[in-house]
């Protein structure tokens, strides 16, 4: 998080002091709350573009449009001119604008599924799975009756054609055809420590959610797919998205720390 916070405004570091120092005050509940109170009011003040953070739904609700209707994934959101030909929604923030505010729930990144070298020669390789706190995926949106409709992601991707016809094991067939909702809060990558500013990767790909496994994505899925292992194995259903180019939310729901 400290390499993190030296590329935010003041403002915002302003934000991560008051919690710290909640942690640090005296079980006085009556000092808890007025802490908890100055963090709830600094984190509603923030304005971060594109994004609310939702404390009410404990979320981090980013503003997005669908930007495709049928054919295979790679991505569920991706940023404007990069991945739409293979993402559902296209998003309208920054990623690191929508790490700060996971972060600010209370959530805690980890690190996308990559490949570190044990040796100066390159002949041995070690691979680290990703990992990250737990956030669930929805889209929210308006129907044709104003009604709110609020969905898991796993509603609008079903397996691909190609990878129902593909041999699996009996056991994990159910497993497999089932889409989570539930991703991984990886947390991309920070460039060059010489450079400055660092540079936040997924703020140049716009790899915001992934289900390919790319090393600088936002959040990912705990397991991995590679364009090389059949990373194309889902596509969307199209029976509940919305159409082309619908505003729509993408809320990312932190689960709430257990008291």
């Not at 008051?18 to 109170?37: G, V």
């Not at 209707?69 to 998003?91: N, P, Q, W, Y």
């Not at 805690?108 to 990992?131: H, V, Y």
């Not at 991707?157 to 016809?165: K, N």
Request: with cysteine; aromatic share 6%; glycine share 4%.
């Amino acid at each position: 998080m400290n390499q993190l916070t030296s590329l935010l405004a003041p403002s915002l570091r302003m934000i991560f002091v008051i919690a710290a120092t909640t942690s640090l005050l005296s079980a006085d509940p009556s000092t808890e709350k007025k802490a908890d109170d100055a963090t709830t009011a600094a984190i509603k003040a923030l304005k971060l573009p594109g994004i609310e953070i939702n404390l009410e739904e404990h979320s981090v609700d980013v503003q997005s449009a669908i930007c495709l209707t049928e054919g295979a994934l790679e991505f569920i959101a991706c940023t404007k001119d990069t991945k739409e030909h293979e993402s559902i929604i296209v998003v309208n923030a920054r990623p690191l604008h929508i790490h700060t505010a996971l972060l600010l729930l209370g959530a805690k990144n980890g690190n996308p599924s990559m490949r570190r070298a044990l040796d100066k020669e390159f002949t041995r390789w070690q691979d680290i799975p990703p990992s990250g706190d737990p956030v669930e995926v929805f889209l929210v949106w308006k129907n044709d009756k104003e009604e709110t409709v609020d969905r898991p992601i796993s509603d609008f991707i079903t397996r691909s054609q190609d990878a129902e016809s593909t041999p699996a094991d009996p056991t994990k067939k159910e497993e497999k055809q089932k889409f989570p909702h539930t991703f991984l809060f990886a947390g991309s990558q920070l460039g060059d420590p010489a450079e400055s500013p660092r540079k936040y990767y997924a703020d140049i790909s716009g790899h915001v959610i992934s289900i390919s496994a790319f090393g600088d994505e936002l959040l990912c899925l705990p397991e991995v797919y590679s364009q090389e292992n059949g990373a194309l194995m889902w596509q969307i259903d199209p029976t509940h998205v919305p159409p082309l180019h619908t505003k729509v939310t993408l809320r990312l729901r932190v689960k709430k720390p257990k008291p």
